[in-house]
Every structure is written in C-alpha cells, then in structure tokens.
C-alpha cells in the first residue's frame, strides 16, 4: 500500500480539508462543538456503561480486573448505498456458510468435487465428527453471524475474518447508540440513522423460527451462559432480559428421555431453543469434554434427536477457521453459482510450501495469524514487530506452519477519534450482525465499529487496547434537518428514527 494515507471515512482521501459532501453535516458538528463538551459528554457514556456493569476481564491478566471497552464519542456513519452493497454481500456470505456447514456435516459434495482439500476439514480440531450426520432444524447453522469487515477506499470492502461461533459485541452496539441518543441528539437531527434497538426482537424472532416442528405457538427459548465470570457475562443477561427469556447455566437444564427441562420453581418446562454462549468442547460432558462443568449432560443427544435447536449450531467453528477463510471466495462461488460480492483479503496459507517461504521472506511486512486464533492474540504485525518477535514468529512458522495463515498488511479506513491530543485519525474495522431463521437471512443495519486508540495502531481488538463506537447507517432519503416522516423519539427509549429499519 506504501505510504498513500489511508481512507478517512469522513474526510476523504490525502490532504483534504473539507468533508466528503454526504457528511458536510458531521464535519460542520465535530467544529462547531467544543473540544471539552465532546470530552464530557464521552466521559458520560462511560460512567453510564460502568454504573450498568458493562465490562470485560482479559483472560489470563490476573491484575486487570473488569473494565469497560473505552466509547468514542464520534460516529462512523455508513451512507444508504454503501449500506446496500454491504448487505447483499454480507447475505451472500452467510447463505454460504450455512450451505458449507450443512455440506461437510453430511453430503461433503465439496469434497468430492475437489474444491477443498479433505484433510483442512478432517485434520481441523473445530471439525466436530459427532455431530456429522445431524442436521439442525430447519437447516440453519450459523443463526447469529459477526463478520468482520475492514475498508481501505471509499469502494472497498473486504472480510476480514468470519464468527460462526458465539459471536459477541451486539450489546455495545446498542448501548452506543442508547448513549449517542441521549449525549449527541442534534446528530438525530441532521441525519435518518436506521434504527438498531430492533434486534433484541429480531434475535427472539429467529430464536422462534428455528424451534423444532411440534413446538407450538409459542416455544420456549432460553440463553445459556457459563456463568458470571464469562467476560461477555453482562451481553449474555442483557440479551435474556431484553428478549423476555430465561437466563440458564448448566444446573438450570436437564435432559430427560432426549428432550431438555429447564427447573423451575414451578416445576419443569420444556426447552425448545437454546442460544448458547458456550464453546463446543464445554456443551455436553458425555459427547465433548469429560471434565465440563459448563454444560448440559444429554444435550447432544437431545439435539440429534431433533427436540431443541441450539443457536448457534455445535460444530460451526470450522467455519471460523482463518484456513478455511482463505478458501471462502471458491466456497461462496461453490454454492451461490457466483462470484462473492465481498471478497477476502489476499491470504497466503503457510501449509503450502510457497506460501510459506513468500511469509517467511516478507514477516515484516505482513500480518501473520493462528488459523484458530482469536482476540488479537498468537498475530504478528510485521511493520511494528521488534527482530525479536519477527524471529519468535519465524520459528513457529517454520515448526508448524499449518497453523497459521498471512495476510498484508492494508491501510485500513479511519475515522475522527477524541484521544488526549484532541481529533485524530484512528484506524477502525466493523462488526455487522446477520441472523439467519427458517425465514431467511437479515442483516441489522449497525453493527459494532472498533477503534485502534492507540496511533497507528491496526489492532482493534478490546482485549488489546482498542476502543468502540456508533456505526450510523444512513436511510434513503436522507434528511438534512427534521421534518415529516424523520422525528426522533424521545431518548427514554432505544428507537432512533420513526420509520426506522433495515
């Protein structure tokens, strides 16, 4: 990319001293308001999200303790047409991972035909064998779809990496907007922002919709945690609650003849969805790990039978795989019969002989991951890495080098961010959630932006330091100032704009 800046998404590109016209309105708030007002009112947020206990542990610092994810104050905003070409790629995706999972867990006709090797999903530890030969309700595996999303031109989009897991973060991104809807009104005002406060209704919708046949009217949906000390604990009780269902752990579920109870002071009801918020290896102690407090003993046997779906479906974290990754633009073009609408970033596979020694030539200048790595951890950012960590990294390439992928190093978009020194550019990359249920697939129109805080940084990840904000998507017909068809709600509530949607 050599040293062309990268893409402001509000300013433009190079040396611009104007906004780009669609974000005038922005460029025109973020002068006019002062620097300590912005500060305040981003202090605010903050104190809002500690008092309502919205924080995270980083897994093996024993001195951290809980934190919240630093909030920035100032919006990304996705314009209605770029939002357009983002959905339909994003839709084309998840079709495709669905259609993948439900291939290599029965048919394997991508196997057969030679699109993948057999052995990058057999030799794969997030291949699941005992699940090969179920099949979800209704077809659906991956409900609940974060994919990452990063931007380097005012055109160009690419996956950064796909969640079919447990994805998490949908809770910050309705909590940022509750917080910009209360602290930042005025913005309400000058734009048609979609609204995102839906989603709570549209995650219970798709929890129905997936229920087995015979559930009834109205199945029972439950979320299942591993507890408090999970680090995503306060998403997995805002969701329960938001929704109107049970939050369960384990002791809470007991499975009976092949259907799952949930204990009751009233005595047992039976559950028909379980949103779970656990890892495969702790859901069921009598088909995964041994030695699992976590999960529900029976609960594998419960699902093959077809009396409960489990959200997202066992099994899906194959489809995470960032070896897989490398092989998505043949694998949506497997089972959509067309090119992907978003394609990938440029990958080279270490298992293959010349890839690896292109990686090995070039670690400092590429971004090297684990291919089941996770949070900003086992990655090698080669431009910033001392010769200590480049050669740390080359040894481990070289020992096992079919455990990790490499990637270059973009100049990913920013966005005006409020640090010490006032607005600067800081680089960002997106999380947008799509649900899939027996009725389709849809995509909320938001989703959950993170900042690298520090500059220059191109890690984004909370557990490194990074920090989040609002994404605004901007619906057609924007409106500069309010007027019929655009009032705003009061800030009590989580609706943004009346007439609000995806």
């Known amino acids: 990319m050599g040293q062309r800046p990268a893409f402001d998404e509000i300013m433009g590109h190079g040396d ?19 620097d300590a007002e912005l500060r305040r009112r981003q202090q605010a947020a903050e104190t809002t999200f500690r008092q309502l206990g919205i924080t995270f542990a980083v897994y093996g610092d024993n001195d951290a303790g809980e934190r919240i994810i630093p909030f920035d104050i100032v919006p990304r905003v996705f314009l209605h047409d770029e939002w357009a070409r983002l959905s339909e790629g994003l839709v084309q995706r998840v079709d495709a991972i669905n259609a993948f999972l439900d291939d290599i867990y029965g048919a394997r006709r991508i196997l057969a035909e030679g699109v993948l090797p057999a052995d990058l999903i057999f030799g794969n530890p997030q291949f699941r064998p ?39 973060g949908v809770s910050y991104m309705l909590e940022n907007r509750e917080a910009m809807l209360r602290l930042c ?34 199945p029972v949906c439950v979320v299942l945690t591993p507890g408090h000390y999970n ?62 407090t976590l999960g529900v003993p029976g609960l594998i046997a419960a699902y093959a039978a077809g009396n409960v779906a489990i959200m997202n479906a066992p ?87 079919h455990r990790y992928i490499a990637q270059p190093t973009l100049a990913l978009s920013t966005v005006p961010t409020l640090v010490d020194s006032g607005l600067s550019p800081r680089h960002v990359d997106f999380r947008p959630f799509v649900l899939s249920g027996s009725k389709g697939v849809q995509v909320v129109p938001g989703g959950l932006t993170r900042v690298a805080l520090k500059e220059g940084s191109l890690v984004v990840n909370s557990s490194q330091g990074g920090g989040t904000k609002d994404s605004f998507v901007l619906m057609a017909d924007q409106a500069r100032s309010m007027g019929a068809g655009t009032m705003t709600q009061t800030m009590g509530g989580m609706t943004q704009t009346l007439g609000g949607g995806a």
Not at 16 to 34: K, M, Q
Not at 185 to 191: A, C, H, Q, V
């Open 16 to 34: 611009a001293t104007a906004p780009r016209p669609d974000l005038a309105a922005l460029g025109r708030w973020l002068e006019t308001t002062p």
């Open 130 to 168: 005992e699940i090969a030969g179920i099949r979800p309700p209704h077809g659906v595996w991956a409900h609940i779809c974060g994919i990452d999303l990063v931007r380097t031109g005012p055109d160009d989009f690419f996956v950064l990496e796909d969640n079919a897991r447990t994805p998490s």
């Open 315 to 401: 099994g899906n974290g194959i489809a995470d795989d960032k070896a897989i990754y490398s092989y998505m633009p043949e694998i949506v073009k497997f089972y959509s019969g067309g090119a992907p609408k978003l394609p990938n970033v440029e990958t080279w596979r270490c298992r293959e002989p010349q890839s690896l020694q292109y990686v090995l030539d070039h670690l400092d200048e590429v971004v090297v991951k684990l291919v089941d790595g996770s949070g900003g951890y086992g990655m090698l950012v080669g431009p910033t890495a001392s010769r200590q960590e480049i050669e740390d990294f080359r040894a481990a390439l070289i020992a096992e080098p």
């Open 231 to 292: 680090s995503a604990y306060y998403e997995h009780s805002f969701l329960a609650d938001t929704m109107g269902v049970e939050l369960v752990e384990a002791a809470d579920l007991v499975v009976d003849d092949d259907i799952v109870w949930m204990r009751t002071i009233a005595g047992r009801v039976k559950v028909d969805v379980i949103y779970r918020r656990i890892d495969d290896d702790y859901l069921d102690p009598l088909v995964f790990r041994p030695d699992s």
């Open 185 to 218: 009104p005025e913005l309400f005002r000058e734009f048609r922002v979609a609204a995102v406060d839906s989603y709570p209704d549209r995650l219970l919708e798709t929890m129905q919709s997936v229920a087995p046949h015979g559930a009834g009217q109205n």
